[in-house]
Each structure stands twice: as C-alpha cells, then as structure tokens.
C-alpha cells in the first residue's frame, strides 16, 4: 500500500454529485500524481467498466475500477461525499468511494494489495474510522494500513479459525469431546476482471460464515490467476458456493457436493442466503456433479434425473459456454473484417484474388497495400471458427479441452461445416472431455491426464465424429442456410430483419443480442450477399438503442433525470459506434417504457436495411464504417427512421407517466402542484 495512495489521492469534501463527476474529480488527482498519462482515455476505460455492472456495494461504498493502459503506474484514489453519489448498490448511494486505476497487465502483487483492500471495507471498524477522519495524511495512512498489522497475503479467505482458537479445537473435533464438527463449505467467487468484486464477495460470505457459525473457505479465482484450495479442505467440505461472473476452473473438484451456483453479485449481497440455501441443499442430500453443467444448480436428486429447474439451468449454462466462445472468437473477426474492408476500400473487391504479397509486393503501389491487408485480415478469419470451437471448449472443461475444440474447429473448415461446425466441434470437444475427466485412473496417471492423455484420447474422439458422423450433415445445413440467405428477397428478408433488430434491442448486449451478433459474423467467415445484408442490419438496429436515448435526452429533457441527461450525451458516441450498451442506464431506470420502444425502432431499421438492401463487410465500426457499405445513404435512413420510431415511443410513454400523476396531483402550500411518480 506504501505507494499506492497518499495524501494528495485524498478528498475528504468530494463535492461531486454523480459517479462520472466523481471519477473525474479523484481521476484529476491521479493525473496530477503523474499516475495517469490521459485522463479522458482513463475516464472512458472507467465508464467502459461500470457499464458491465455497477460498482456500488452495500454499506454505502462506491468502489469504480478498471485497468487502462493510461495508468503508469497502481493507484488508489479516495473520496468522502457528504451527499452521497449513486453507483447502483441496493441500499442507496456511496458516501466512501474508491476510484483504483490499474495499468494494463497488472502483476500478481497489485492484485494482492487490492484484495487487501476489498477485505479491509467489509470492517465495520475500518468504514467507521474512514467517515470520521479529518486528516488526508492520517486517512491515506489508514487506507495503507500503518495504524494496524498489515493481513497476510494470500488468495484464499478462510474463517473458523478464531472459533477454533476460542474453544480449543481444530476444524476436524479437536480435542474437547463435547464440540460438535462445524458445518464446512468451500466457495470459489470471480469476477470478469477480478480486482474487486471477487474478493468483496469472498470476504462478504466469510463474514456471514463468522456470524452463522458456519466454516466457509473461499478460492478467489481473479484474472491473473488463483491459488487452489487444499484438496482436504474440499473433500471436507459439506456444501458448495459459486459466486461468479466467469467460468469456475476445474469444476470436476467439486464433483458429489451439493452445490449453489450464483452471480458474483449476490456473494456481496446476500451472503446469509447463500450460505442457508448450501446447508438445506446439504440437509436433503442433493448433489451436484459440478462437472456437468447441467447439475450446476444442485436442484436435481443425485442419480442424474433433475427436474425441470434443473433443465432451465443447463440451457443458462450451454449459453454460457456459447458466449465464452464467441466472446474470444470476435476480436479476430474485428480485427480480420476491418482489415479486409479497409482493403476493399483501397482496392476494390477484386483485390481478394490478388497474388499473395510474400511474392508481389511494391512498395509504392496502392493494390499491394490493399492486397496486403486483405491477406492479413483473410489470416486472422482463418482463426474464428477454431477459435470459437477451442474457447466453447474451454468454457465447459478447462484446459483440456482447448486442443480437442480448436482440432475440431479446424476440421470444420476442412469438410466445409463453417461457423455452424464450430458450434458442434466445440460442444462436443467439452462433452468429451467432460466424459474423460469422469474415468477414475491410478494415481500416478493423474498428473498426464490434463497435458497428454485427455487432448490425446479426446482430439481422436471429436476428430472422428466431425470426420465420419456429422461433419458433412452439418455442411449440408450450413449449406442450406447460405442458400436461403442469398434467396432471401421482398417479404421474406423483411421479416429477417425484424427479428434481427428485435434481438438487438431486447437486452443490448445481452444473450439475444449476443446471437444475433454471433449469426452475423459467423456469416463473415464465408460472406455472401445474404450474410452481408444480414451483418448491416444487425449493426444498425444494434446502433438504434443509445442514439434514441440521446435524442430523447436533447429534445425532452425534463422527461429524464439528471443523470440521464448526462448518460445521454455519452450515448450519442456510443451509438454512434454501435456499443448497444450504452442505452443499458435508461433501461435499467425504467424497462417497461424503454425497452419496447427500441425494440419497435430496432425491428423498423433491421427491415428497412433488409429491403434496401444495405451490405456490411466490417464486423464492427458503427457510421465510421459508411464508407464500407454498400448503399450507404439508404443505410443512414434506416438507421435515422428507427432512431425517430424509438425516440417517439419512449417520449410518448414517459410523458403519459408523468400526464397522469400530475393531473391528480394535489396543489401544495404555495399553489404549485406536487406531482407522484408513477
């Protein structure tokens, strides 16, 4: 903590009122500890990170964080509000906030200081003495730690121990006869960056486990890397927590416990919840296999029959696993679609036939640039379908099941199966090596098992079904789809893209959203005019949520909060270089008007691009990509017809909101009217 925070990184009158303003105002104070090198490009990696999800967490804490490549150097900066400033804890606004700027690629060491940190504000005692401080110098000493003994490093949080220490006995009965065996649980919590909210939530149920009398030992998997807990510790165990926002690694040690498998989210909040629903589930015997994704929730009777919960949560989790495939699949279709576009714009479309640049290549002439960043992005397409097939793999067994999913990927591309034998190849390399994990071997074998005999036994497994069993079916469908695709026309194409512009809109940046993406880029791989027109109604009616927020902040303000009005000048960026996201805010502030109105605007611009015929080779790049569109002016009215649709409907809906309470209001003391939010 010594170089982490001083007094200069300490505002103890925060005077800002929204959580933009007060990462801007403590982010000020880091630019001015030359600690970060760009204070606006440090500002967006922020806001970018408290789009995924609110870092507010009970207790009044504001904690906003990311890693940013304009940070030099770790940083914590602190602020004490007066009024209090909103960053979506349940329990109200944050009076403590703590802005931590991470340099990209932060090393194991600021991860343990962080932890420290998020340890420390589940203290009561910490809390109190940081409201009451008058002193910079003294409440950055705190923060270090210097008025106390520093925690041990470590990357599992374990309670009991002071019980123990209390009565004399070990976790396993210690030597009083009289003292029963605590109930034990093993959790493991992660978030996607792991800096904070995987080790709030790990502290957060040790807390609980202190005040339930429950054992809880928490793995805290962060993103660069975990310490495994100790073997006994899980066999000991009579329950499991998952707290999490990406895949639990090595799920197979957790096999025959019962099992609660949540959010990240809900370890901070609802500790005592989690830990009484793993002592019934542990109470009626239900076990999870915690290897198959489909027991994951524990609700099922043991002997693999589950009930219908069960089912819901298996499709929950085969989406998971879908998503981690795509997830890392779209910056190579990124990359590779914007390069080939950039050299269509150079070059024309005739320059994918080009001679290959290792041979032809001239300096000064513009068709060999062109050929040579065709060349380069054709490489890294040729990556998405074994990247996706590896990563849905991953997602579903670890390690040792990359080598299978990307063998199986490749062998898509070789039998002409595409994107569609992606998906298979790499749901069958996860259930294959799900299946192997399941043979118990000697124990000597154990430790070949993961590097060579599972990707060994596994590769040849999904090599000869994607081969010899479904391989050329899947093709054949594949094939089938593109057909259709390039047959689409009137009606028929109409209708597509309304659908694609509902799914969209519905949950921006959620799992809909997410599919339409991923059948839009998967058509990239092998582009058709069909899978063109498809890919430019995706990105319009994805572009359509945020710039119809934007609108409707600018021309009827008082129909929106502050803050809102704020987000709104965000969202006209946003929006404009397709972050569906950024109209997540005013969704979330009031889902029942928002959302059907940009699900109507997106349904209006995915049909529009369709009957224009609009094509899109990018991937990505929002209005910076118009000139890679075909019919490009035809492609903004779309666009512009959708936005106007959705601003009208939400406009409409919010103001008959605000017509109906206001007309019964009641005149106040001074004659003006008091109005009751609906």
Same mark, same amino acid.
């Given at each position: 903590?010594?170089e982490l925070?001083?007094?200069?990184?300490v505002d103890?009158?925060l005077?800002?009122?929204?959580?933009?303003a007060?990462a801007?105002?403590l982010?000020e104070?880091m630019?001015?500890?030359?600690?970060?090198?760009d204070?606006d490009?440090?500002?967006?990696?922020?806001a970018?990170?408290?789009?995924q999800?609110?870092?507010g967490?009970d207790?009044?804490?504001g904690?906003?964080?990311?890693r940013?490549?304009h940070?030099?150097a770790p940083t914590?900066?602190?602020?004490r509000?007066g009024?209090?400033?909103?960053?979506?804890?349940a329990d109200?606004p944050a009076?403590l906030?703590?802005l931590i700027?991470?340099?990209?690629?932060?090393?194991?060491?600021?991860l343990t200081?962080l932890s420290?940190?998020?340890?420390?504000?589940?203290?009561?005692e910490?809390?109190?003495a940081l409201?009451?401080?008058t002193?910079?110098?003294a409440?950055a000493a705190l923060?270090?730690?210097?008025?106390?003994p520093?925690e041990?490093?470590?990357?599992q949080?374990e309670?009991g121990?002071q019980?123990?220490?209390?009565?004399?006995t070990?976790a396993?009965?210690g030597t009083g006869?009289?003292?029963?065996v605590?109930?034990?649980i093993?959790?493991?919590?992660s978030?996607?960056t792991?800096?904070?909210?995987?080790?709030?939530?790990?502290e957060?149920?040790?807390?609980a486990?202190?005040?339930?009398?429950v054992e809880v030992t928490?793995e805290?998997?962060?993103?660069?890397?975990?310490?495994?807990?100790?073997p006994?510790?899980?066999?000991?165990a009579d329950a499991?927590i998952?707290a999490?926002?990406v895949?639990?690694r090595?799920?197979a040690r957790?096999r025959?416990?019962?099992?609660?498998?949540?959010?990240?989210?809900?370890?901070i909040?609802r500790p005592?919840e989690l830990?009484?629903?793993a002592?019934?589930?542990?109470?009626?015997?239900? /076990?999870a296999?915690a290897?198959?994704?489909?027991?994951a929730s524990g609700?099922g009777?043991?002997?693999g029959n589950?009930s219908?919960?069960?089912h819901?949560?298996?499709?929950v989790?085969?989406?998971?696993?879908?998503m981690?495939g795509?997830?890392?699949?779209v910056?190579f279709?990124a990359a590779g679609g914007?390069? /080939?576009a950039?050299?269509?714009?150079i070059g024309?479309?005739e320059i994918?036939?080009?001679?290959?640049?290792?041979?032809?290549f001239?300096w000064?002439e513009?068709?060999s640039?062109?050929?040579l960043?065709?060349?380069?992005?054709?490489?890294a397409?040729?990556?998405l379908?074994?990247?996706?097939?590896g990563?849905?793999?991953?997602?579903m067994?670890?390690?040792?099941a990359?080598?299978?999913?990307?063998?199986?990927g490749?062998?898509?591309?070789?039998?002409?199966?595409?994107f569609l034998?992606?998906?298979v190849?790499?749901?069958l390399?996860g259930?294959?090596? =799900?299946?192997?994990?399941?043979v118990?071997v000697h124990?000597?074998l154990?430790?070949i098992?993961?590097?060579?005999?599972?990707?060994?036994i596994?590769?040849?497994v999904?090599?000869?079904?994607m081969f010899?069993?479904?391989?050329?079916p899947?093709?054949s469908l594949?094939?089938?789809?593109?057909?259709?695709?390039?047959g689409l026309?009137?009606?028929n194409?109409v209708?597509?893209g309304?659908v694609?512009?509902l799914?969209m809109c519905?949950d921006?940046?959620g799992?809909?959203?997410?599919?339409a993406?991923?059948f839009?880029?998967?058509?990239?791989a092998?582009?058709t005019p069909?899978s063109l027109?498809? =890919?430019a109604?995706?990105m319009?009616?994805?572009m359509?949520?945020?710039?119809a927020?934007?609108l409707?902040t600018?021309?009827?303000?008082?129909l929106?909060t502050?803050?809102?009005?704020e987000?709104?000048?965000?969202a006209?960026?946003?929006?404009?270089?397709? /972050?569906?996201?950024?109209a997540?805010p005013?969704?979330?502030a009031?889902?029942?008007?928002?959302?059907?109105s940009?699900?109507?605007?997106g349904?209006?611009?995915?049909?529009?691009?369709?009957?224009f015929?609009a094509?899109?080779?990018?991937p990505?790049g929002?209005v910076?990509?118009?000139?890679?569109?075909?019919?490009?002016?035809?492609?903004?009215?779309?666009?512009?017809?959708?936005t106007?649709v959705a601003t009208?409907?939400?406009?409409?809906l919010?103001g008959?909101?605000?017509?109906?309470?206001?007309?019964a209001?009641d005149a106040?003391?001074d004659?003006s009217?008091?109005t009751v939010a609906?």
């Amino acid at each position: 903590m010594s170089e982490l925070i001083t007094a200069e990184l300490v505002d103890l009158d925060l005077s800002a009122t929204t959580k933009d303003a007060a990462a801007r105002s403590l982010a000020e104070r880091m630019v001015a500890a030359h600690r970060v090198t760009d204070l606006d490009g440090f500002l967006a990696d922020v806001a970018a990170r408290e789009a995924q999800m609110p870092t507010g967490l009970d207790g009044g804490i504001g904690i906003p964080h990311c890693r940013s490549e304009h940070v030099s150097a770790p940083t914590l900066a602190f602020g004490r509000s007066g009024a209090g400033i909103d960053f979506g804890a349940a329990d109200g606004p944050a009076d403590l906030v703590f802005l931590i700027a991470a340099p990209t690629g932060a090393d194991d060491d600021h991860l343990t200081i962080l932890s420290g940190l998020a340890r420390r504000l589940m203290d009561p005692e910490f809390t109190a003495a940081l409201r009451a401080g008058t002193d910079p110098r003294a409440v950055a000493a705190l923060i270090r730690g210097e008025e106390a003994p520093e925690e041990p490093e470590r990357e599992q949080v374990e309670t009991g121990k002071q019980e123990q220490a209390e009565t004399g006995t070990e976790a396993t009965g210690g030597t009083g006869a009289a003292e029963s065996v605590p109930f034990r649980i093993v959790a493991v919590t992660s978030c996607p960056t792991g800096i904070a909210h995987t080790y709030m939530a790990a502290e957060s149920l040790a807390a609980a486990g202190r005040a339930e009398g429950v054992e809880v030992t928490v793995e805290t998997q962060g993103s660069a890397g975990f310490k495994k807990l100790d073997p006994a510790v899980v066999a000991a165990a009579d329950a499991v927590i998952w707290a999490h926002d990406v895949e639990v690694r090595e799920k197979a040690r957790f096999r025959g416990k019962p099992l609660v498998d949540v959010g990240v989210k809900a370890g901070i909040n609802r500790p005592a919840e989690l830990i009484a629903e793993a002592r019934r589930r542990a109470e009626r015997g239900e /076990i999870a296999t915690a290897s198959d994704s489909d027991k994951a929730s524990g609700s099922g009777d043991g002997d693999g029959n589950g009930s219908g919960a069960d089912h819901a949560h298996f499709g929950v989790r085969l989406r998971t696993y879908l998503m981690s495939g795509v997830s890392y699949m779209v910056p190579f279709v990124a990359a590779g679609g914007l390069l /080939i576009a950039l050299s269509f714009a150079i070059g024309g479309y005739e320059i994918a036939s080009a001679k290959s640049v290792a041979d032809h290549f001239v300096w000064g002439e513009a068709d060999s640039w062109a050929a040579l960043l065709n060349q380069i992005g054709s490489a890294a397409f040729g990556f998405l379908v074994p990247v996706l097939a590896g990563y849905i793999a991953y997602g579903m067994a670890d390690r040792p099941a990359l080598v299978p999913g990307f063998v199986g990927g490749a062998i898509a591309l070789t039998v002409n199966a595409g994107f569609l034998g992606g998906l298979v190849a790499g749901l069958l390399a996860g259930a294959v090596v =799900m299946a192997v994990q399941r043979v118990p071997v000697h124990a000597t074998l154990r430790g070949i098992m993961p590097v060579l005999v599972i990707p060994l036994i596994a590769s040849a497994v999904v090599g000869f079904l994607m081969f010899i069993v479904v391989g050329k079916p899947i093709a054949s469908l594949q094939n089938a789809l593109t057909d259709w695709l390039n047959g689409l026309s009137g009606s028929n194409a109409v209708i597509l893209g309304v659908v694609l512009g509902l799914m969209m809109c519905f949950d921006m940046g959620g799992p809909l959203n997410k599919v339409a993406y991923a059948f839009a880029v998967g058509g990239l791989a092998d582009p058709t005019p069909g899978s063109l027109k498809v =890919m430019a109604a995706v990105m319009a009616a994805g572009m359509v949520p945020p710039l119809a927020m934007a609108l409707a902040t600018t021309v009827r303000r008082r129909l929106f909060t502050k803050t809102e009005r704020e987000n709104g000048r965000a969202a006209w960026v946003l929006g404009a270089s397709f /972050i569906t996201e950024g109209a997540i805010p005013f969704a979330a502030a009031d889902p029942l008007r928002v959302i059907p109105s940009v699900m109507a605007g997106g349904a209006v611009t995915g049909a529009l691009s369709m009957a224009f015929g609009a094509t899109l080779r990018a991937p990505h790049g929002g209005v910076f990509v118009v000139p890679l569109i075909g019919e490009p002016f035809l492609y903004l009215l779309a666009i512009a017809a959708g936005t106007l649709v959705a601003t009208a409907l939400v406009v409409l809906l919010k103001g008959a909101r605000r017509t109906a309470p206001e007309a019964a209001g009641d005149a106040g003391a001074d004659g003006s009217r008091v109005t009751v939010a609906a």
